[in-house]
């Protein structure tokens, strides 16, 4: 009787195994595109305008971001995840505007 009843609960609620966690990447696109990016505000700190050169470090900073994202996925709390994600997107999207900016002071006006 205990067995039939044990498996007539395992067919109501099976067991739910343990999702398995994807094991953290190398992200070496990231990596390659952090490094080019250090590169270019060093050789080009002199000829850089500072919005040019305020764009290419939040662009750093995103992608640092992004990494640090996707690497600590299991050692940052739920509220430091959301906080290193807002930042990330934050910081992208200030890079984004100030290029569209840097572009239409350019080429526009």
């Known amino acids: ?11 109501v609620t099976p067991t739910e195994k343990p999702k398995a966690a994807r094991p953290p990447g190398k992200d070496y696109m990231l990596l ?10 060093i050789a080009a700190w002199e000829e850089l305008d500072p919005l040019t050169l305020t ?3 939040l662009l750093t900073l995103s992608l640092g971001l992004t990494y640090t994202r996707r690497q600590a996925i299991e ?11 807002r930042a990330s997107f934050v910081t992208i999207g200030m890079a984004g505007a100030l290029f569209l900016f840097d572009a239409y002071r350019r080429y526009i006006a």
């Open 1 to 11: 009787m205990a067995k039939m009843l044990k498996k007539l609960q395992q067919k």
């Open 75 to 85: 050692r940052l709390s739920e509220f430091q995840m959301m906080i290193v994600t």
């Open 32 to 41: 390659t595109l952090m490094a080019f990016t250090v590169v270019v505000i």
């Open 55 to 57: 764009m290419y470090i």
